[in-house]
Structures are given as C-alpha cells and as structure tokens.
C-alpha cells in the first residue's frame, strides 16, 4: 500500500445519496484495495504495507491485512505460502524501510 487519502472537501461536497453509497461500499480506501487485490493478486505473492493511522488500520484489517509483528507493517498474503517464503518475503518489506 503507497498510502492513501482522500480529500474532505470533495466528501463533503457529494450529495447524501452518494456519500451514503461509498460508505455503504466500505469506503473509498477498501473499495481501492479490492480493486488492487482483484487486479494484481495473481501477480504477486503478497501485498504490504505500512500503517500506523487507526482509522486506516479499522478498514485495512477487515479487507484482508493482518499484522507481521513489526510496527506498522501489515501484509496480506496470496496463495499458500510455505512460513519460510513468508520470512523471506517479510524480510525483503521490512528492510525497505517505511514506505
């Protein structure tokens, strides 16, 4: 995840009816992590990121995120990955640093 924000202004600015159907969808954030699972999962072997907002963190968990035991790095993993792949894999995230 490169990170992700959304302008208040434009919310604000949505008629009800529209906001109430992006909330309704999840939200903008899971409705662009869907579109990023749906679009790349069979690309890669896992998706991470580095996520320290709690409001984020509310939305990022249910979407399919779990905690690596770092601060602030979430992975979600695709497919059945031996634990070794996934050290190695967690290893190569962690030592990017923040991102």
């Given at each position: 995840?490169?990170?992700?924000?959304?302008?208040?202004?434009?919310?604000?600015?949505?008629?009800?009816?529209?906001?109430?159907?992006?909330?309704?969808?999840?939200?903008?954030?899971?409705?662009?992590?869907?579109?990023?699972?749906?679009?790349?999962?069979?690309?890669?072997?896992?998706?991470?990121?580095h996520?320290?907002?709690?409001?984020?963190?509310?939305?990022?968990?249910?979407?399919?995120?779990?905690?690596?035991?770092?601060?602030?790095l979430?992975?979600?993993?695709n497919?059945?990955?031996?634990?070794?792949?996934?050290?190695?894999?967690?290893?190569?995230?962690?030592?990017?640093?923040?991102?």
């Amino acid at each position: 995840m490169d990170g992700a924000c959304t302008d208040g202004r434009v919310l604000r600015a949505m008629a009800a009816d529209e906001l109430e159907l992006v909330n309704e969808a999840g939200g903008l954030l899971r409705q662009t992590l869907r579109f990023c699972f749906a679009r790349f999962a069979a690309d890669v072997e896992a998706f991470f990121g580095h996520c320290g907002d709690p409001r984020a963190r509310e939305v990022v968990f249910p979407a399919g995120f779990s905690e690596t035991g770092l601060p602030h790095l979430i992975v979600r993993y695709n497919g059945a990955l031996s634990a070794a792949r996934q050290q190695e894999l967690l290893q190569q995230a962690h030592s990017i640093g923040p991102f």
